[in-house]
């Protein structure tokens, strides 16, 4: 059975439920005006699917504050600070680790203000770590830091909400990043998908413009036209999705 067929099967079931799965689409790395930024959010505004745009604060341009400014569908979210990696040589990479957590908070509000200050109302108080890793010990003083929510990679814990954060994970991230840094094939990431869809959990689609090869784009834009139009899937908007339960 192709991929495709799985997908669209599991999704039939799920609305023959009368249900949908909500699902989400996350890009990383954004900040500095290109031609895959272009082409990113030309997509999301062709597929009418909103997307929450990681933004690094220290690789904000102006060109790519103004394209991203000007779009309909993208909310911004934060990714750390300068994606620097602090790791000890060695040990896997992270920027939200490795040194003193009061500099990392520091450096995370200050990272903040500037997306605050250029993107208003489009900004979402939501912490993308770089990486998808960050020091455990930070998690709990991010709220008090100014932070609504929290995004990494993966089944969430049950505990988070406890912590004050709203916690919207991503699922699937169709790059082979141990090997050729390219598309895996619509074959694994439609398995992939197909595994990790869960009517409890918003599950998101995680993509990187600047890693993005062709088979990569025509990948996405076949899976946000078929979520779009899919009874059984619903495609959510970040402030949907981190808004507090009341
Ligand atoms: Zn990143």
């Not at 341009?61 to 790791?87: K, M």
């Not at 900004?123 to 890793?133: E, G, H, K, S």
């Not at 094939?185 to 439609?190: K, W």
């Given at each position: 059975m192709s991929g495709w067929?799985?997908?669209?099967?599991?999704?039939?079931?799920?609305?023959?439920?009368?249900?949908?799965?909500?699902?989400?689409?996350?890009?990383?790395?954004?900040?500095?005006?290109c031609p895959a930024l272009d082409r990113l959010l030309d997509l999301a505004e062709l597929c009418?699917?909103?997307?929450?745009?990681?933004?690094?604060?220290?690789?904000?341009?102006?060109?790519?504050?103004?394209?991203?400014?000007?779009?309909?569908?993208?909310?911004?979210?934060?990714?750390?600070?300068?994606?620097?990696?602090?790791?000890?040589?060695?040990?896997?990479k992270i920027e939200l680790g490795g040194r003193d957590g009061a500099v990392i908070l520091a450096e995370l509000a200050r990272g903040r203000d500037i997306l605050r200050d250029a993107f208003?109302?489009?900004?979402?108080?939501?912490?993308?770590?770089?990486?998808?890793?960050?020091?455990?010990?930070?998690?709990?003083?991010?709220?008090?830091?100014?932070?609504?929510?929290?995004?990494?990679?993966g089944r969430r814990a049950a505990a988070d909400e406890a912590l004050g954060l709203v916690r919207v994970n991503a699922h699937l991230d169709p790059v082979d990043w141990h090997g050729s840094r390219l598309f895996v094939?619509?074959?694994?990431?439609?398995t992939r998908l197909c595994e990790v869809l869960d009517p409890e959990e918003p599950i998101g689609i995680l993509s990187h413009h600047l890693a993005m090869d062709e088979a990569g784009w025509r990948f996405f834009e076949d899976l946000l036209g078929l979520l779009r139009s899919h009874p059984g899937a619903q495609l959510c908007a970040a402030p949907a999705l981190f808004a507090r339960p009341r």
């Open positions: 067929r799985r997908l669209t099967e599991a999704l039939d079931a799920v609305a023959d439920r009368g249900e949908a799965i909500r699902l989400w689409w996350r890009d990383d790395d954004a900040g500095r005006d009418g699917a909103p997307i929450a745009l990681a933004v690094v604060s220290a690789w904000l341009d102006e060109d790519a504050q103004g394209r991203i400014a000007a779009s309909a569908q993208a909310t911004v979210l934060q990714h750390g600070f300068a994606h620097a990696d602090h790791a000890p040589p060695g040990a896997k208003g109302a489009t900004f979402l108080a939501v912490l993308v770590p770089p990486w998808n890793r960050l020091d455990a010990a930070l998690i709990d003083q991010l709220a008090a830091c100014g932070f609504v929510g929290l995004s990494t990679f094939g619509e074959v694994a990431a439609l």
